[in-house]
């Protein structure tokens, strides 16, 4: 089946900590995106990539970091810089990030990171 | 102003009524419009995709564009207690610059579909 996974469904994070959230799609898309939401807000991009081994910063990019090595791939670092860092995070990915239909971007499960 | 604006929630319509969920947004070079539907705690899922002025219908639902007024609405007929959810609206910059092709969205409605 195509689609796009994420990994892991929930993921916790101590102080000082940094993490990484997977995201990887099968559909051969060449834009990949990460979005953050918080509760009752709708979705913020934080970075997104157009084509391998480059990526773009979003709106709230200061405390994440990616890396595009691959088509499929596209991870996500929350590090200890980003000091709030609890939401839901979303993966989505497009045919092309311009262009009629191939903007569509479809979205993965997401990942709940929760600080303890 | 947001870039993208929906009307404040919650909604709640019987079932079997039509609910109407709109959206206004700033950018005038905007060209693609989208509806998402995201059930609590789960990703949005694409409802609708618009791109040119009028009416376009997808089984129940229908979306509607109207660039001179910059407003984007979508109705779901017979409404279902399954239809509860949140529902996105998406907007696709025509700026230029590093805008262009960004997709914003508003901060959701909720829609509560009684039965």
């Known amino acids: 089946d195509g689609g796009i996974t994420q990994s892991p469904k929930y993921l916790f994070r101590k102080e000082g900590q940094n993490v990484t959230l997977s995201c990887e799609q099968n559909?051969?898309?060449?834009?990949m995106y990460w979005y953050r939401q918080d509760p009752g807000q709708g979705l913020r991009l934080i970075y997104y990539?157009?084509?391998?081994?480059?990526?773009q910063k979003g709106d709230i990019a200061e405390g994440y970091s990616v890396s595009r090595e691959k088509k499929e791939s596209f991870p996500l670092t929350v590090t200890s810089a980003q000091k709030n860092p609890t939401a839901f995070y979303l993966c989505a990915s497009s045919i092309a990030r311009t262009g009629g239909a191939g903007e569509t971007q479809y979205f993965g499960p997401g990942t709940r990171l929760l600080v303890l | 102003q947001k870039e993208v604006e929906q009307n404040s929630g919650p909604l709640s319509v019987p079932e079997g009524a039509i609910a109407s969920l709109n959206c206004t947004y700033s950018d005038r070079v905007s060209q693609s419009f989208f509806w998402y539907r995201q059930y609590s705690g789960k990703s949005p899922e694409l409802i609708m995709s618009?791109?040119?002025?009028g009416d376009k219908e997808d089984g129940r639902f229908t979306a509607q564009l109207n660039k001179a007024s910059q407003y984007v609405s979508l109705l779901i007929r017979d409404s279902q207690p399954s239809d509860s959810a949140t529902y996105l609206c998406?907007?696709?910059?025509?700026?230029?610059?590093?805008?262009?092709?960004?997709?914003?969205f508003g901060q959701g409605t909720i829609l509560t579909v009684h039965p």
């Open positions: 990539s157009q084509i391998v081994n480059d990526f």
């Open positions: 618009i791109y040119s002025n």
């Open positions: 998406a907007v696709i910059s025509g700026a230029g610059g590093t805008s262009y092709g960004k997709l914003t």
């Open positions: 559909l051969n898309h060449d834009a």
